[in-house]
């Protein structure tokens, strides 16, 4: 059964910079194990549910940011660590 929920997120950082051009951006980052992230063939009922909720809330989120002219960014253990290898 699907509930309709209001929920609050609270992201893991904000980031304001100002790119090579001279712009200034904003950047909303959550951060995020993939297991939470990803379905597989593996992943349980209950860990499934929390990734639909968890996609949901982003989508949410990213509409919200670009609204306000900002950008939603989801980063998981491969973006941080790959060996310093660009991705």
Known sequence: K???KQYHIQ????L???DN???RRGELIEIKPSSQTTMTPKTRDREKL???LNHAKWE???KWCRLKGLHFRIVTEHDIFHGGNKR
Do not use: C, N, S, W
């Open 50 to 52: 929390q990734i639909a």
């Open 21 to 23: 051009g001279g712009k």
């Open 16 to 18: 304001i910079y100002q």
């Open 2 to 4: 699907l509930r309709v």
């Open 11 to 14: 992201t893991d950082f904000v």
């Open 60 to 62: 949410a989120a990213a």
